[in-house]
């Protein structure tokens, strides 16, 4: 049985303060929801603040993205997946799709990023989805498929397993447009298929499949009634404590 995963992505939104505040609310609202992981990702300067008020807590905290190097060295701007273990982050958000549109995150680069958090003990969250040119012109499929093959490359059955996988269609995310429960549920079976062709069905069974693109209170339990998916990423709706929460507590 994989154990569900509902992770908020907080993007470049909240100062320290309002990071704090509303990670403290949140651990109020879903006190006691043992049956499931529940996340947040805050940005790297609310990270420690953030890792802090949720220490000793159900909420575990992670970072929307870390340094494809290890440890330290001379790279201006970055943060070290050592650094972030430091904060008390046990997760970090690797290839969204925002870094990929905009800061030129390529398949290579997330693959890094993911050997980069396996050596620092954290758990990455390995971010895939299809454009909707793509989708259009029917190559979802081969996109995702392509995106999942590039950040495994070279990893053993054992460093796969430690992963989480988000399907996220771009044409999903900030839109208001989530892909339906049978579109959510054919490519979370193929990034599966996908996973036991390159490491064997032991890993792609165990491994947990999130789904991200306009996830809301409204929607999560139907998403969740499909066999493959197993949580949810979730930006906008993440950023009230309120709105998180009863996604959190979903049925
Ligand atoms: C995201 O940023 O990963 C996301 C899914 O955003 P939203 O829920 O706002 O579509």
Not at 28 to 44: K, M, N, S
Not at 153 to 166: K, S
Not at 187 to 201: D, F, K, Q, W, Y
Not at 222 to 251: K, N
């Amino acid at each position: 049985m994989r154990r569900p995963v509902i992770a908020g992505n907080w993007k470049m939104y909240k100062t320290i303060d309002e990071a704090v505040s509303t990670v403290a609310d949140l651990v109020r609202l879903v006190d006691g929801v043992d049956d499931r992981e529940i996340l947040i990702a805050p940005t790297f300067v609310g990270l420690q603040a953030v890792a802090n008020a949720a220490r000793g807590t159900n909420v575990l905290v992670a970072a929307q993205d870390c340094a494809p190097h290890p440890g330290q060295g001379a790279f201006t701007g970055e943060v070290s997946a050592e650094m972030i273990a430091d904060t008390g982050a046990t997760h970090v958000i690797v290839g969204h799709s925002e870094r990929r549109q905009y800061f030129h995150e390529t398949d290579a680069s997330v693959n890094q990023k993911i050997r980069a958090c396996l050596g620092a003990g954290l758990t990455p969250i390995v971010c895939v989805g299809e454009l909707l040119s793509d989708r259009d012109s029917g190559a979802a499929e081969g996109v995702a498929g392509r995106q999942i093959r590039g950040a495994f490359e070279g990893l053993t059955g054992a460093e796969v397993v430690r992963t989480i996988v988000a399907y996220e269609p771009v044409w999903a995310i900030g839109t208001g447009r989530t892909a339906t429960p049978e579109i959510a549920q054919q490519m979370h079976r193929l990034i599966r298929e996908t996973i036991a062709n390159l490491v064997g069905s032991d890993v792609s069974e165990a491994i947990r499949i999130l789904y991200g693109g306009s996830v809301k209170a409204e929607n999560v339990s139907e998403l969740m009634q499909e066999p493959d998916v197993d949580g949810g990423l979730v930006g906008g709706a993440s950023l009230d404590a309120l709105s998180f929460s009863r996604i959190v507590r979903y049925e």
